[in-house]
């Protein structure tokens, strides 16, 4: 049944079974186009490495270079985004660009292909990301990011599910249970990864609307936060990020050491379902509980997982452990893909949201290619386990240091011009009421109001 919140964009917040629209379309478009992304990506480090030849290193670079390249891309795509004071148009373009990119990996013959390709769908992950970001937080009531957040990060990951179980059976139907990949089998799958993602972009095109401020009013606050400064917390969270991103190599390396302990291609392919199907039903009631007993407790235990997972696999020589760390791993994504994503829009003042989403994805991808080189570098040089325990060791100091950051309260800062505010808390047991801010809450951020709208 759907119902439409009063006071809002009709087309943009109604509800379907409790999801708001914009929300479920976007969740279909990121459920299409993981179906094609996950067809090619997953395999494309063993086609580099099975097919054409590729050592470690380049392949570290080449990952290194394209997710470095979606970071760079973020940024500004998101502070464009609130010049402009519309996102679709952006996410339109950033999704336009990967399904168009994609299909012409048909042709690749050296890596030397494969890197500009994958460059330019990366750029197109790269400009649509924080837009996105931004428009499934506008169009989120406060008490419901958490959720609508881990809703669209669930049905986006099942299309990465149904994207790699169909790549197994293409896999397996071409060459059987082959420990290697070939070129003709790589070929076929781009190929059939070429149609979700053009559906997909329709789908955004016709489905996903612009949402609008419920009055003058709010439109004029939105205004007035645009040219608000960011509060301390949310710089200190994108240092925290950074730290743990040096350590975050491209998942590429789970997949080679998948194969190093064995497994067939098939089998790293099942494996790699599995993991997304964990992260896909793991990720609405992470980002419920979010709402409910705060966002900290939710990412640091995320963190920690991160950080068992991967001194696992440094660890690891048979194939039944690195399955159980493959499905532990999908809880690790869960707990911070969607609702690291709500705290952004829990810190940042609303009229800045896209700029937010582009510093914090940034933050995230930043170190992206220092850390994959470097990761290879550790790999070619002392081996496989050396790469997972750095990893391991740089997010439990990430844990720690996020910990200290958002238990801390923010400083109340007061206004020369004694103008009203409008609070935003974080009380790590839950959301707070309107109006006030119970203890242990903290305010992260001030932002200015019209004396005239009732607030004191």
């Not at 290193?57 to 609130?82: C, F, H, N, Q, V």
């Not at 890197?115 to 990301?129: A, M, S, W």
């Not at 299309?159 to 060459?175: D, E, F, N, S, T």
């Not at 925290?240 to 302990?261: H, P, W």
Request: hydrophobic letters at 45%; aromatic letters at 10%.
């Amino acid at each position: 049944m759907e119902q439409v919140r009063s006071g809002t964009d009709k087309s943009a917040q109604g509800t379907v079974f409790g999801i708001n629209r914009n929300v479920l379309f976007l969740g279909f478009v990121g459920f299409l186009t993981d179906i094609s992304s996950e067809m090619v990506l997953n395999v494309l480090p063993l086609f580099l490495a099975n097919a054409l030849g590729v050592r470690t290193t380049i392949i570290g670079i080449i990952e290194g270079i394209a997710e470095s390249t979606a970071t760079l891309s973020r940024l500004p795509s998101g502070w464009l985004s609130d010049r402009l004071h519309r996102r679709k148009p952006l996410t339109m373009a950033g999704y336009g660009i990967s399904a168009v990119t994609k299909p012409f990996l048909f042709f690749a013959g050296a890596w030397g292909t494969v890197l500009p390709l994958r460059f330019l769908d990366r750029v197109g992950k790269g400009v649509r990301t924080s837009p996105r970001d931004a428009l499934i937080a506008d169009s989120s009531p406060e008490k419901e990011r958490g959720k609508n957040f881990g809703f669209y990060r669930g049905l986006d990951t099942a299309g990465a599910v149904l994207g790699i179980l169909g790549a197994a059976l293409v896999v397996y139907v071409a060459q059987g249970g082959a420990h290697s990949l070939d070129r003709q089998t790589f070929r076929i799958l781009v190929l059939s990864a070429t149609v979700p993602a053009f559906l997909g972009l329709f789908m955004l095109w016709r489905f996903v609307v612009e949402p609008k401020p419920s009055s003058t009013k709010q439109a004029t606050a939105k205004s007035q936060q645009a040219s608000a400064s960011f509060p301390l917390k949310f710089k200190l969270v994108l240092l925290t990020m950074l730290l743990f991103t040096l350590g975050n190599s491209s998942d590429a390396f789970l997949i080679l050491r998948a194969q190093d302990v064995g497994m067939s291609v098939v089998q790293v392919l099942l494996l790699l379902a599995g993991f997304n199907l964990v992260h896909s039903l793991a990720s609405t009631p992470l980002g419920i509980i979010s709402d409910k007993i705060g966002r900290t407790r939710v990412l640091v235990a995320g963190l920690a997982v991160y950080a068992l997972v991967y001194l696992g696999f440094g660890a690891a020589s048979h194939v039944s452990l690195i399955i159980a760390l493959f499905l532990l791993y999908g809880l690790y994504y869960a707990a911070t893909e969607g609702v690291g994503r709500a705290l952004v829009a829990d810190l940042a003042p609303s009229g800045r949201r896209g700029t937010a989403y582009g510093l914090y994805n940034a933050a995230v991808g930043i170190m992206a290619l220092p850390s994959s080189v470097l990761a290879g570098w550790l790999w070619d040089t002392y081996g496989p386990s050396s790469t997972f325990y750095f990893g391991g060791g740089m997010a439990a100091a990430a844990a720690i240091l996020l910990t200290a950051i958002l238990s801390r309260p923010a400083v109340q800062s007061t206004s020369a011009s004694h103008k009203s505010v409008h609070a935003v808390v974080d009380c790590g047991i839950g959301t707070a009421p309107s109006g006030r801010v119970p203890r242990p809450c903290h305010k992260l951020y001030e932002s200015p109001r019209s004396s005239t709208d009732g607030s004191s």
